[in-house]
């Protein structure tokens, strides 16, 4: 590991965009600006830039109070009011930040929505969440029901129906709410914008299919995926931040070198591995840490395509404004169903070159969670590769055991390593299994069937020694 | 038929999770059964296709769980391990094709595993709209069609307008009585013990609709003509309960604690539309409309403009009722969400309310046993909980 | 010789495995696990380098006169009186420690008599111990024969003036004090003055014969090449990382050494569950563990006995007796002791009640192993727990149940599975 840190120009820009978002934010009633909340999955960031509407991702708050340290007091908020102890932490999160006055990572509150735009995609969830908050805002909700893949396509219905539900739901509430027109020639600027950050973004997730890989698709992935699943895509400074990234990683490509961690560069690369499962946000660089440490880098990950798989082709198209937001809501990881899912987790392994997958399952999380058992299993199946299988939570400190994890990890990378060494080293050494069988090789009988343990029984009568 | 006889009829269905019932329906009229998940499914499409809807409710505590705990964390409800279970021990091997509606992420889920595990059996996951208006209705239209034209190739029994229409009829029937007997027990809740007004409600999932509305009947007749004692017992709401089911101890452990239930959500699928689906000249979209207009109020619905709770204030007073119960299950998203909601509503209205979880394998009772007495008794003795 | 160690920290006990470079067991050792974990790693090493030298000794001893029945008197007869040594040295040591704590400043106004009183009750454990009629312990269970007799001797010499209260403090203190230390406890150190004594009853040749068969042994050097540790505690280990091998790995080399033909292990502890698949070479393919949930594991066990006010190997025999079990559904272990106390109220018999646990224990260990991809061949079941005869018949007639006939192996070693994977490994490194 080499231990001098280094910051990258794409950091420092990517905090400060993230910063001045909730700067703005704190601002927003003294500015005038009208404020939508929203969730990341299908999430309608050009056409909330296009009515000048600023958006607040509830999503991005838990974790951000999770990275903070403040989510394990939050939820013991919630629960203390009657929310269950069995249900999503993100919701708990943002309900007890809520209640003690909703501050920001800015210390100044964040501002309450005019409209909640639930546009909901792949996660039950998000409604029971945004009716939680239309208890307490007393706000309009403008409801989009985007048509999960249950068929593992998207359907030229399924678009009729979501741009209807555009142009006679969304479309008219984000007018009342801004006494502005809908301007499709701002939308279609921006979508343009999208796709050229989306190119770049693209590019970026595929070097990690080098050896060794510049970056990592999952710990370095969530701060990638920061600027265009949030308030950024569509917008001259998304744009400029993916490019400015794309150039370098292009250098550390071209110099060979492995990723950064939080601890400078990473050491050799020892293991590949593919991830499915968002991570967990409360010990965010204690998790990372236990991957960095073993020389395993992520190259490909799950849940940097909830915001948008494009990296399987999806560009947002100016040309079809509406139609594009559409595919683009329905096109997203969450809203894949299981079969699409394994098929996509495969296809990264084999892509990537993996030698392993691993999924973080989370408590929260019953849209990822709800049968990841039996992806793996059938990923092993299809691939030979073997699975790990982890458990943690998004944003409650509770469900994350860092001696459990640790040794699962490890126990998981010792045993990639056995199963790579092992047709060789392992093979060669105990071509006769070293403890059993030493009487069989000195010709004595077998009188138990090569089953004798090696173990002498505790007192007196030990084996014959040769 | 006697009431004896009816009580040992609905027991035995009840307890038939070999799905018994739907095999001999099978042999008899040689045609098709299609398992549906919680909670809501439009029942009389697979009707109208001249299949049997066989609805799935978990094993309770029927059988021991093994294969279906290795498919789920340890923070996922019960239902879809046991669902698993029956489906890998082939107790579900008599249905022809499973419907999985949009309850929850747990649900949905569980038909992509059906997607993967068996390949060759008709999976079909049903989107439900969270829109409303008219372009909710002409999406849903749409995909009702699709379904109807799909089950019809499973049966070969193509469904057309007129075969809904019929399907409705029946249907519309069957929420007749059982809004009946939901009438009944509410009036006179020691004639309809809620332990026998649930197997009832059980029995809907494996009889065939007709035969189910004629047994209802037929209990309703019996059970009028009992002389059963009259209890100084606490009226109650219990809500939570509409997809996992509780265990039938549980069932009675309320009403044997002093609670009379006398509104409830469970076995919710055949109830789900209030009032009969209005016939109209495309019975397609006399069902989507339905969907949209005449839904309960349920955690799995979006209702725009409508407060959360209202409903359920409502129902309390309809019904007469003194108090809520909320018993849901554990890890139920749906369920432990809305909660909050209707407990503040309640607490607006002045409505008492207790809440316990359970899982449908529970075996145990006591707590809640404890739990429910002393609601009920605080409620007669103090006329508050 | 060279020695390959591996250890295995559990969070009870703690095992060590001494293997040649054939990977040929020389010597286990086993001690409680305490809150120092290198010292429990080091008291467990010595004793299975006691058991190697034992071993050594043996062979010297066939070499010189082939195998008789005195010889095999002769070894047994040393043995014990060897264990009797060590723990006669840790018994004068507590003696020591106790004595003086007696001298400290709190008990001032009596401190003689507590001298003397503390020092007579040593004296007879003394006695007690040197008794022919007493049984060889292993020091393994030095501390628990300590407290046992410490305190019923204290019971019988505590009086209005010393009280069986300060009593027993004087003695904890000591106790802490002694396992802080590291007293010499090894082979060289107690075998001249063990053949001594078994000299006086076998005579002198007889003496004379083990004394050259223990030089014999003690001649050959044991050294130790490798070390490799695993286990529960090994997150906290002052073992650098190279040393260190993931429990399963060493669960899987382990079981498979003991049972060439295992392909798939179960292995319930007292924290957790493990079920792992492993290859024709013992190594590992795919495992499963419990999450945080604790439900199944050896723990659960310990709540019921904890409730029931058994202990904890009590249990199993117990169940073992039941006719009509229970139908339990849950295991989760906060909910155990009211699940038992209701189902007791019901009028439903203990035994049939435990049995029914039992089952549902063994039940989630079998969720663990359709998960990491079934039973398809020979399955062997080690920790804590295989040594429960309930719990053994439950999973014997689940697996049946289940997998059809799958030939299923316990050994009585089986607590030493981790211990011998990490040996194994270490001859590898």
Known sequence: MNKGVRKEPSMVKQKELIANHFTRLSKARALGKKVVYTFVPGNLTELLAAFDVLPVLPEINALQSGMRKLSARYIAEAERAGHSEDVCTYVKCDIGMGMTGNVGPTGEPLPEPDLLLLSYTGCFVFMKWFELLRERYKCPVAMLHVPYQGEGVVTPEMTAYVVEQLKTEVIPKLEAVTGRRYDEARLRAALALSAKAEDDFVWVLDSAKNRPSPIDAYFGGVYYIGPIFTAFRGTAEGADYYATLRREVEERLAAGESPLTPEGQMGREKYRLVVEGPPNWTSFREFWKMFYDEGAVVVASTYTKVGGLYDQGFRHNPERPLETLAEYCMGCYTNLNLPSRTALIEKYVRDFHADGFLFNSVKSCNSFSAGQLLMLREIEKRTGVPGGFIESDLVDPRYFSEANIKNRIESYLQMIEQKRRGTTEFREQSAESPAVSRRERNGEPDGDGGRTPPIPPKHGGFREPT | ?385 | ?429
């Open chain 2, 1 to 385: 038929m006697t009431l004896a006889a009816v009580i040992a009829e609905i027991e035995k269905l009840y307890f038939d999770i070999d799905l018994d019932a739907v095999a001999a329906w099978k042999a008899r009229t040689h045609q098709k059964a299609i398992g549906t998940l919680p909670v809501y499914v439009p029942r009389e499409i697979v009707t109208a296709a001249e299949m049997l809807p066989v609805g799935l409710m978990g094993a309770g505590a029927q059988i021991e769980i093994i294969r279906g705990d290795a498919y789920f964390q340890s923070y996922i409800c019960q239902l879809p391990r046991s669902t698993i279970e029956l489906a890998l021990t082939k107790r579900l091997a008599v249905l022809d094709g499973f419907l999985f509606p949009s309850t929850c992420d747990v649900i949905r889920n569980l038909s992509g595993m059906w997607q993967l595990l068996f390949p060759d059996t008709f999976v079909r996951y049903l989107d439900l709209p969270q829109a409303s208006g008219a372009v909710a209705a002409r999406y849903h239209r749409r995909d009702l069609e699709k379904l109807a034209r799909e089950l019809g190739d499973l049966s070969g029994h193509p469904v057309t307008n007129a075969s809904l229409a019929s399907a409705i009829a029946r249907h519309n029937k069957n929420r007749a009585v059982l809004d009946r007997i939901y009438e009944l027990r509410a009036k006179a809740p020691w004639t309809f013990p809620t332990r026998e007004v649930y197997l009832l409600l059980r029995a809907a999932n494996l009889l065939d609709v007709d035969d189910h509305t004629r047994l209802v009947e037929r209990y309703i007749a019996a059970a009028t003509r009992e002389n059963r004692p009259v209890r100084d017992h606490t009226r109650v709401v219990v809500v939570g309960a509409f997809c996992e089911q509780p265990p039938l101890e549980l069932i009675q452990t309320l009403e044997a604690a002093g609670c009379y239930i006398v509104d409830d959500d469970w076995v919710l699928g055949p109830r789900w539309l209030q009032g009969p689906v209005a016939p109209g000249a495309d019975a397609l979209q006399a069902l989507a409309n339905a969907y949209l207009a005449q839904s309960v109020a349920s955690p799995l619905k979006f209702e725009p403009g409508i407060r959360k709770g209202d409903a359920l204030v409502e129902t309390v007073r309809a019904r007469r009722a003194e108090g809520v119960i909320f018993c849901a299950p554990s890890f139920c998203d749906p369920a432990l969400l809305e909660q909050p909601m209707l407990e503040a509503a309640l607490a607006r209205a002045g409505i008492p309310s207790t809440a316990f979880k359970y899982a449908e394998n529970l075996g145990q009772f006591q707590v809640i046993r404890e739990q429910a007495g002393t609601f009920s008794d605080s409620i007669r003795l103090w006329g508050a909980a």
């Open chain 3, 1 to 429: 010789m060279k020695g390959f160690v591996g250890i295995d920290l559990g969070s009870t006990t703690t095992k060590a495995i001494i293997a040649d470079a054939d990977g040929i067991v020389l010597g286990r050792g086993i001690t409680n696990s305490r809150s120092n974990y290198q010292h429990a790693a080091a008291i467990s090493t010595e004793e299975a380098r006691i058991e190697a030298r034992f071993a050594m000794l043996r062979r010297a001893l066939l070499q010189a006169g082939g195998a008789n029945e005195l010889h095999e008197k002769l070894f047994v007869a040393l043995q014990h009186r060897f264990r009797l040594e060590q723990n006669i040295a840790q018994l004068d040591r507590l003696a020591e420690l106790a004595v003086a704590e007696t001298h400290a400043a709190t008990f001032h106004a009596h401190n003689g008599r507590f001298t003397t009183r503390v020092a007579e009750i040593f004296s007879e454990m003394r006695r007690r111990a040197l008794s022919p009629l007493a049984p060889a312990r292993p020091s393994e269970f030095f501390r628990d024969d300590a407290i046992s007799q410490f305190s019923t001797l204290a019971i019988a010499g505590a009086d209005a003036a010393i009280s069986f209260e300060t009593l027993m403090g004087i003695f904890d203190k000591a106790i802490v004090a002694i396992e802080g230390e590291r007293l010499d406890l090894t082979f060289e150190g107690h075998i001249h003055r063990s053949i001594e004594a078994v000299a006086n009853s076998f005579g002198r040749n007889a003496a004379a014969e083990l004394s050259r068969a223990a030089e014999a042994a003690l001649a050959e050097p044991l050294e130790i090449n490798a070390t490799i540790c695993t286990g529960y505690g090994r997150q906290r280990l002052p073992f650098p990382k190279e040393q260190i091998r993931s429990e399963i790995l060493c669960h899987g080399q382990g079981a498979h050494a003991l049972f060439p033909d295992t392909r798939t292990v179960l292995d319930i502890g007292g924290q957790d569950t493990k079920a792992i698949q492993v290859d024709e070479n013992g190594i590992v393919t795919s495992f499963q563990m419990n999450d945080r949930c604790a439900a199944g594991c050896g723990r659960y066990l310990g709540y019921i006995a904890d409730e029931m006010s058994l202990g904890i190997h009590e249990l199993g025999p117990l169940a073992d007796t039941s006719t009509r079990r229970v139908k339990i559904t849950s295991t989760c272990t906060v909910f155990a002791g009211a699940e038992l106390r209701d189902r007791l109220t019901l009028g439903q018999k203990r035994e049939d009640i435990l049995a029914g646990m039992h089952r549902a224990m063994v039940l989630r260990s079998m969720a663990l192993l359709a998960r990491s991809g079934g039973i398809r061949n020979e399955f062997t079941f080690t920790g804590g727990v295989a040594k429960n005869v309930a719990a053994v018949r439950a999973l014997r007639a689940l697996v049946a149940e289940n997998y059809g006939e799958r030939t299923i192996n316990i050994s009585p070693d089986s607590i030493y599975t981790g211990a011998l994977g990490a040996a194994l490994f270490a001859v590898r490194t």
